[in-house]
């Protein structure tokens, strides 16, 4: 049996074409969603997804299982904190 799980992405208050990258396996609960949450202590990454002309904030270790062969272009390192 699979399991759904579906991609995300909520614009940023201050600056809407920077969105962050979620993933989820609970799909029906996005309705209910109030706040995304970081862990501290991972490195994520701001890249501009190139196949879809967008700016993408997404965990560091992400990055492969989103993109995969695809085009980006990592434009800034950052920490959770």
Known sequence: MDDPSIYVTFPIKSDPNVKFLAWTTTPWTLPSNLALAVNPDFTYVKVHDQKRDQILIIGESKL???????????L???KGR
Do not use: A, H, S, V
């Open 64 to 74: 492969k299982d989103y993109f995969g062969k695809e085009k980006y272009e990592i």
């Open 76 to 78: 800034q390192k950052m």
